[in-house]
């Protein structure tokens, strides 16, 4: 294990080197990764999703380099090394699993809340809502910063408020709609709470709000497909068939998946 991790930060040093390395290696910082970062992490999701466990190994094994990377780079401007990212997210896990690592009985939803206060506190963090990062889908930081706020008890404790909640939110955009002169900036703003809201009840339904709009999407694309299909089978193609045509397919498609 040590030489396979000795071996790939060898690996990057070389590849960084200034005079014998890789320029295209040579020319990256730390926002020119960023994209890299974020495309490797969804190929590890998509090989994870088709059970390609071959794949899946290349895919973490890609993410790894990132990493790595990254590590090179603050080591070369004396920041920290790879090294370092491994002893601080040790010590993370030890403090995080007191009745795993320490004498403390099982963990608590209150305490674990106590444990990573404490870490917000000892970054002076002003917010509880400081550490989220701006650049999560925005779903994912819908979630994030909701569980954050009903941690101190911020949040309906019945999901029928929730759903009530969703409807209101919907009756304003309507509203909005219905409005003689339309406002764009008012009915996006509308339309983010109304979606800030669905999130917030998927979160109540243990729902994880990306993942079902990642297979909604995909439920999508796999019925839109069938029914270009049908369409080629009947010698029409998209633009010669009518809405009503394609609405007709598109119920067909929808019944024979639950049959």
């Known amino acids: 294990m040590t030489q396979a991790i000795d071996r790939l ?3 990057m040093q070389q590849l960084r080197d200034p005079v014998s390395g890789c320029e295209w290696d040579n020319a990256q910082h730390y926002d020119s990764l960023i ?3 974020v495309e490797e992490t969804y190929e590890v999701v998509d ?3 088709r059970r390609d466990y071959q794949d899946l190994k290349s895919e973490l094994g890609d993410l790894l380099f990132q990493i790595v990377f990254y590590a090179r780079l603050a080591e070369e401007q004396q920041r920290f090394n790879f090294h370092d990212i491994c002893q601080a997210v040790s010590d993370k896990l030890v403090a995080r699993h007191p009745h795993i690592f320490s004498n403390e009985a099982q963990i608590t939803e209150q305490r674990w809340e106590q444990l990573t206060s404490a870490e917000r506190h000892a970054k ?3 917010s509880l809502l400081d550490d989220i990062p701006l650049a999560l889908p925005a779903l994912m930081r819908a979630e994030k910063i909701q569980k954050r706020c009903a941690s101190v008890g911020f949040d309906w404790q019945q999901v029928e ?3 009530a909640k969703v409807y ?3 009756q304003e955009v309507e509203q909005e709609l219905s409005l003689p002169a339309t406002n764009q900036a008012r009915i996006e703003e509308e ?3 109304l979606l800030f809201a669905t999130v917030n009840l998927c979160r109540h339904l243990n729902v994880k709000a990306e993942r079902a709009l990642h297979y909604a999407n995909q439920k999508f694309v796999r019925r839109f497909t069938q029914l270009e299909q049908h369409l080629t089978e009947n010698e029409q193609t998209l633009a010669e068939a009518t809405l009503s045509e394609m609405e007709q397919v598109w119920q067909h498609i929808k019944q024979t998946e639950y049959e």
Do not use: C, K
């Open 47 to 49: 090989a994870i999703e």
């Open 35 to 37: 994209s890299h970062t």
């Open 191 to 193: 339309l983010g709470d």
């Open 168 to 170: 209101e939110e919907l």
């Open 124 to 126: 002076a963090q002003y």
């Open 9 to 11: 930060l060898t690996i």
């Open 161 to 163: 408020p929730v759903i």
